[in-house]
Structure formats: C-alpha cells, structure tokens
C-alpha cells in the first residue's frame, strides 16, 4: 500500500502534463489576400523607388489559445537581406534600395511563433519597375565611312541603344542635335542615320561629319514623380572621295625665262596639276597642244618643260604655250582634262648684281659719328657712298631702300639705272634721341627691279651717335604730399622728391632747390631731393597748418622742371583750455543757467574739444554743468532761495565752484578755475529791460551804453521832427514881413523833472535787487558820479528865437537841456514812487523825452511881428 501511494501522485502528473500538450495549438497568419497591407506578405509587390525605411507591411496572425505571438523574416543562404521586422507588432520595413534590373523577385521566409510552436511561410515578393535606368548606346563608338556619291534619303547606318526599364520607361526614340545644320536626320523609332533629301555629300569640301544622336526613354515615374531620361552619342562620319572632280594646276599663272647662256635641252620651269579627287587622285598626263613653234618639251610625268634649242636661234622673244594635264584612269583612259598657259621670254644674261662703292673701292659697311637730333632735312654728308650695276638695260635697273627702323631716314634716289650717288637725309629728328638708340643700324639696299633674278646687294649702315642736353628734368610727380607733427624738431625731414635726366655725364647731374612763400621754414638738400625743416623752424599747427611751395630740380645748362609740394601740419595736443577772463563771477537767477567758456588754441579735434565737469562745491548737491556747453544750472529740485535757505545757511547765496576745463587729446590738458555764483529771483518787473538789466548785471558798462544809445536816438527822432515843423512853418501861406520882430514870450515858472535813475546795489533779497528810484533834489548816481551824460546839441534851425531868462529854483539844481528853439529848464513833477509791473527803464526815458518836447512847444507860440 505504501508502494500504491507513492505513485499514484506521479502517474497523475504526468497524464495532465500530456493533456496540456496535446491541448497546444499552432498560431497562423492571416491571409488577407494581395492587395492587403497586413498579413503573410503573400503577393505582395513593391517599386523599386521605395525609400530606405519605409514601412512596407504587417505581418499579422494569431494564436487560437490566444497566446501572444512574435514574428520573424529569414533569408535562405547567399540571399541579400532587404527587410526587417519589428517581432512583437509585426512591422516589416525596407531596409536596403531595389533594383528590378538586379532582382526582381524576393524570396523571404516569414514566421510566427507562440513561443512553443513555430509557423514559417516561404514568400515572394514582386519588385515592381520605375523609370530609373536611362537609355545606353551599344557597340560605340559609331565611325560610318560613306562614298561621297551616296544618293540623298540612302540610309548609312544604324543605331541602337538600350534601355532596362519596362514600359513606356524602356522604350527609346532618336533625334539629332542641330537638326537645321547638318545634312542628316534619323528614324526616330529605328534609330536609321540617313542623308538628308535633296542633300548630297561633297568629300572636296567636308571630309568628315560629326552627328550627334540622342536616345531618349518614353518617361516614368520615379518617387512619385514623372521622369524621362535621354543620352547622347556621336556619329563620325567619313566622306570617301570618288573620282568625280577634273585635275587643277597649282601655281598659275605660270612665267620662264631663256637667258642668253642657257643651254639646249635645259629645263626652264616645270607646271603641276593635281587630281581635283584628293581621296584617290589618279596620275596626270602633260602635253603642249600649241605655241612651242618647235623650240620647247615637255615631260609627260613631271610636267617639266625644256627648251630644245640654243638661244640664238629663238626667233621670237615672248612664247605663249598652252599645256593640257589629263587624268589617268586605273584602266588607262584619258577623260577628265584641264588648259594653262605658260609664257616665256627670252632675254639677256644678267650676271651683275648691284654693287657698292666708298672712296676707296667696293665696301658693304659705312659707318658715321654725329650729334642727336640733327635738323630735319639734313644730309649726312659723313657719308660717302656710290652704288653701281654693270648690266645694261632693264637688267640694270633696281631700287634703293632702308630696311631698319622706320621713319627716321630716306635715300635719294630711290630707282638708279646704272650708277647714283647714294644721299641719306634726315627725315624725324626727335627719332634720333641718344637716350633711346646708343648706335641707328641699317641696311641698304639695291635689289634689281625688272629682272627675273631679281639681283641685289646690301650694305651696313652704322651711325653712332653723340649725347647733346635736350632732356629736361622730369618729376616723378606734379606734386608731392607730406604730412609731419608740429613737435618735429628743427631739421626733420619731410618728403624726399625724385627727378631724373636722361642725358649722360653733366648734363644729367639734377641740382634741386626750393622757393616760394611757403618755403621760409624748409630746407632740400641740393643732391638728394630730400626735403627737411630749417633747424631753427618751430612748427605750429594753430598758427599756420598748411604750407604750398614749388621745388625745382635743375640741370648743369639751367634746364629745369617744377614741382609743387604740400606739407601739413599735423596738430598736437600742446595747449590747455583757457577760461574766459570774466568767469570769476557770475549771477544766476534761478531757473535760468550761467554759462561758462573756456578755449583751446589746438587746431584740430579732439585736441580743441573741451569737456566741462565741476571739481568741488559745497555743497556738492546744489549744481549740474553740461559737459559739451558749459551751462551751470541748479538742480531740477531747487526753485526758489527758500530752498537753498534750507540747504545752507550762507544767505547772501554767493557759492563758489572749482570747475575744470578738460580736453579730448592724448594726452589731455586741463585747467581749473574758481566761479563765484550769486544765485537770486527773478525781480518782479517783467519789461525788457528790467530783463535786460538783470542780465547785464555783471557788466555795468554795457548797461550804460545801451542808455545812450537808447537816449541818441531820442535826441535824434527831436532833430527830425523839429525840422520838419520848421519847413512846414516856412513853407506857410502867411504873409511875412521883410524884417521879422520877434518879442520874448514870458515864460511859465521854470519846472523840474523829476528823473528815473538806475541804482544798483546789492538788496537784502532778490526782489529788492534792482529798483528804479527817483531823486528829486539830486542826480547824484550810486557811485558819486556826477558827471551827468547830456544829449548832444543837434544843428540849430535857421533864425532861432533867443532863450528866455529863467529863475532857478532854489531848492533844486536846474536841469538844462539844449534843443533846436532853444535852453528849457524843465519844472520837476514830483511823482510818489511805484513799482513797475509791465514798464522798463527803456519806457521810461522814451516817455520823458517825448513829454519834454511837448511842453516845449507849447511854451512858444508864433513869433510876433
């Protein structure tokens, strides 16, 4: 029993073990048939464009127990890998390019598998064609030989070319480049080369033809979009000549010459034909048809032709042959044919050439010594030379000529018969230069004219030549350019300046000098050109910056040439700024700056651009200065002396500053100064010039001058009106007496004005500042000056009435003031004294005037007669 229980449990394991086995299915693909993207890639196709890495299908299946499934791609050996597969989604991927031209079928084992069983398929995928293959000539290169009798429309060749690609993207059509300007066209479907209709080859006027084909693909798709490609190749084609063209002579028109010494049997000059069929040239047959009268030959082969009898038996001196050349064909006929006419004449032996003679016998070099630029026309008479030819007749007759460089000398005469004097005149002397020629070579030469020799001589022609001064100095400027610092000491240099001469020895030596106003403080040393200040010379950009002179370079024989030469200054940093004069005190009122100036007496920036900053103040929190204008102002937060009460006790608001005046050179100067600033209000009397005064309150003087100006103009505009009164007083209709009685008018009580005087002085506080008081038993000014300006007497009018005589008040001085009728003593108005809110000093005075003329003409009426 114990055995029974111990394998019972063992027995039971095993059953269900083998229960759960055979319970296992096999998981399988589904088949989607082959327009499906997923499944088991059965019928699938794909184009050989598809891109590397596109997602080309889904393996899918399933496990009946519903077991996850994994999937997998094999290859058999040898084969090339195209695809991957994700193993748990299924996704298969390209993972190298098709090519249908290489494979276009693909075998790929696909399975799946539940993890303890395995399904494989073996699979075919179809690679499908895009248009990626252009179209490939075979059996190149193409070399067509064609007769240059070929028929025009006679096909000549044949070609072909290839394409891989199926469809429309295999199939080729042909055409020629430059259809119009060649002499052939193609099949466009046969690829057939022929001739051109009504076209014909010519091998004697184009050997050889270049074609060039282009095959072209009937177009397709690739990676989506429509392609077509084409190639080219070229066609040489040979024209091959054919006997077609008659023989040509070469070397027309054709002319011998029997001399008196010629021989019998001699050849006098041979004639050449030549088949007009270069390809295949058949031989040539001469003969002479007529005019050798028996006295000539000629070779049958060669063409050469003979005279056959002696000279002296030549009856005629002028023989005109006519010689045929015949084409020999390879069966012995003689058809195609050319004429040519030879001429020959019968002269005498001319056995002297031209010969040259010097004094002493025949010579072929003559040589000569002379100056450079002789005058024109000149003949060198250093020359002594004779040319002679022994001939007689035409055979005597010949030319001269220079052969050398042209233009610079003729010969006389120029056609000799027999024997001349040879004359060499000077035709350019500016040619003859020593700089440009040492020694004028030529050759002369006499060389017969009529003759069929055409005998000649030469002779050497060797004129050497002397130096003479005709080169002037020459600059290699107009004018030269320096620049150099105003620190330079005494004796720098400048610029170097360059001249030269050709001329040699002396008169090539170039001395040079400077002149000119500019030139005072410059110096040129006489050899070298260079150009250095005076060793006393201070240069100072601020007082002169620019210098303007002439150098002048000159030769041993005073020939000279000028330049002009332009030297800067260059300005240094050597000056500091400098405050004005009157800087010491300034008034501010508030709301309006002060300006303070300082000057740089550099002479270019940055050097004189001053920069204004303040040093010190006390205290430091009161002032702002402009940094480019100078301005000085007070804070934004201080406007009233209330504020600046608070500030600091200093209530007279006198604050001194240490401002500094900096300038923008390196390296910088600057100047400090101390600037009294009494701050105060704005008084109330808003006028002109209560504005006027206010400003000028540090400058009295221009104040006092303003006033008298302001009162000359018065005193002017009285004149004016005064005298018209008087012309139109004369002018009047009334009838006057010859003589005029004029009786004194008593006078009113003599009145005195009262007068505004400025009096400046320093107030308590700004409002009091300045104030216009009125004195009335005195004119005495601020500062006890009691020199009272009084207007100036004008002109006086004709016939004046005499003054009247006026009691001076006792307890006021008298205040005179001259006028045209005469002296008033104006009564004094005692005004009680107020505050102007809108008037001005400069109101005032014109008001007093103008009350004054008044109350002159009131006080005299017409004069009695």
Not at 29 to 45: E, H, K, V, Y
Not at 283 to 306: K, L, M, P, Q, R
Not at 541 to 566: C, I, M, R
Not at 784 to 800: E, G
Request: net charge negative; hydrophobic share 35%.
């Amino acid at each position: 029993m114990k055995h029974v229980r111990h394998f019972t449990p063992s027995l039971f394991l095993s059953l269900v073990h083998v229960c759960l086995v055979q319970a296992n299915y096999a998981p399988y693909f589904f088949d989607n048939g082959a327009r499906s993207t997923n499944g088991n890639m059965a019928l699938l196709s794909l184009s050989e464009d598809t891109p590397v890495g596109t997602h080309v299908y889904t393996l899918n299946g399933t496990d009946p127990e519903g077991d996850p499934v994994t999937y997998d791609l094999t290859y058999e050996a040898g084969s090339r890998r195209y695809f991957s597969v994700d193993k748990n989604l299924g996704n298969v991927t390209l993972i190298k390019e098709l090519d249908r031209e290489t494979e276009d079928e693909i075998e790929v084992i696909v399975s799946i598998s539940d993890g303890l069983s395995t399904v494989s398929e073996k699979v075919r995928i179809l690679v499908m064609d895009a248009n990626d293959e252009s179209p490939e000539f075979i059996n190149t290169p193409y070399i067509v030989q064609v007769p240059e009798n070929t028929p025009s429309s006679s096909s000549i060749f044949k070609i072909e070319a290839i394409d891989k690609d199926t469809g429309s993207g295999g199939s080729i059509t042909y055409f020629l480049q430059n259809i119009h300007a060649n002499k052939f066209t193609i099949d466009r479907h046969s690829g057939v080369l022929r001739i051109k209709t009504g076209v014909t080859l010519d091998y004697e006027k184009s050997r050889t033809h270049f074609v060039v084909v282009v095959a072209k693909d009937g177009g397709g798709k690739l990676r989506g979009d429509n392609k077509v490609f084409s190639a080219s190749t070229t066609v040489t084609i040979n024209v091959e000549d054919v006997q077609d063209t008659p023989p040509m002579f070469i070397g027309t028109p054709y002319y011998g010459y029997v001399y008196e010494d010629t021989l019998a049997g001699s050849e006098v000059l041979t004639v050449v034909a030549l088949d007009g069929d270069r390809g295949k040239p058949n031989n040539i047959h001469y003969c002479i048809v007529n005019g050798d009268e028996g006295s000539f030959e000629i070779s049958n082969t060669t063409g050469a032709i003979s005279v056959i009898k002696s000279p002296n038996q030549l009856k005629k001196e002028v023989y005109e042959l006519k010689v045929k050349a015949s084409e020999i064909s390879q069966e012995g006929d003689t058809s195609e044919h050319v004429f040519a006419m030879v001429t020959i004449r019968v002269v005498d032996l001319n056995n002297h050439p031209p010969t040259f003679y010097g004094e002493n016998g025949p010579q072929n070099r003559f040589e000569l010594t002379m100056y450079e630029h002789p005058p024109e026309g000149e003949i060198l008479r250093g020359l002594k030379i004779t040319v002679n030819d022994s001939d007689q007749g035409a055979n005597a007759k010949f030319n001269l000529r220079l052969v050398g460089p042209g233009g610079i000398f003729r010969v006389v005469p120029q056609t000799v018969l027999n024997e001349a004097q040879v004359t060499i005149i000077v035709e350019n002397s500016a040619a003859i230069d020593y700089e440009s020629f040492k020694v004028l070579t030529f050759k002369l030469l006499a060389i017969e004219v009529n003759t069929p020799e055409k005998f000649s001589s030469t002779a050497d022609i060797v004129i050497r030549l002397l130096d003479t001064n005709d080169n002037v100095p020459k600059f290699s400027s107009d004018y030269y350019i320096a620049r150099i610092p105003e620190n330079s000491p005494g004796g720098s240099n400048v610029v170097a300046v360059t001249a030269t001469d050709p001329d040699s020895g002396l008169w090539g030596e170039i001395k040079y000098s400077v002149y000119g106003t500019g030139a005072d403080l410059f110096l040129i040393h006489p050899s070298t050109g260079i150009i250095y200040t005076q060793p006393w010379a201070v240069l100072d950009a601020e007082v002169n910056s620019k210098y303007n002179f002439y150098v002048k370079a000159e030769d041993t024989d005073g020939k000279y040439s000028l330049a002009e030469v332009f030297i800067t200054v260059l300005d240094v940093n050597d000056h500091s700024p400098e405050f004005n004069e009157n800087i010491q005190e300034k008034t501010m009122i508030i709301g309006s700056p002060v300006k303070i100036e300082a000057i740089d007496q550099d002479a270019e920036e940055p050097n004189n651009i001053v920069d204004y900053s303040i040093m010190q103040a006390d205290p430091a929190n009161v002032f702002d200065i402009d940094q480019s204008t100078g301005e000085i102002k007070l804070k934004s937060y201080i406007r009233s002396l209330d504020i600046i009460h608070n500030i600091t006790k200093n209530k007279d608001c006198i604050w001194s500053l240490v401002v500094q005046a900096k300038d923008r050179g390196s390296p910088s100067f600057s100047t400090t100064a101390v600037l009294k600033i009494d701050i105060t209000e704005e008084t109330l009397h808003k006028g002109p010039m209560a504005a006027f005064l206010m400003q000028t309150k540090d400058n009295p003087m221009k104040a006092l001058g303003v006033l008298a100006g302001v009162m000359g103009i018065m005193v002017l505009i009285t004149i004016m009106i005064s005298t018209a009164m008087f012309w139109r007083n004369k002018r009047s209709n009334k009838v006057m007496p010859v003589r005029r009685i004029i009786k004194k008018r008593q006078m009113p009580p003599s009145r005195t004005v009262r007068m505004e005087w400025l009096k400046f002085k320093r107030p308590s506080n700004a409002a009091e500042k300045f104030v216009v008081e009125e004195d009335v038993k005195s004119l005495h000014n601020e500062n006890s000056n009691n020199n009272i300006q009084v207007v100036p007497v004008p002109p006086a009018s004709p016939l004046p009435p005499p003054p009247p005589t006026l009691a001076p008040r006792s307890d006021a001085p008298g205040w005179r003031v001259p006028t045209v009728s005469g002296s008033l003593t104006p009564k004094h108005v005692i005004k009680p004294p107020k505050k102007k809110s809108h008037g001005s000093t400069h109101n005032a005075l014109v008001s007093e005037l103008k009350m004054r003329f008044e109350k002159r003409n009131a006080a005299f009426g017409e004069p009695h007669i």
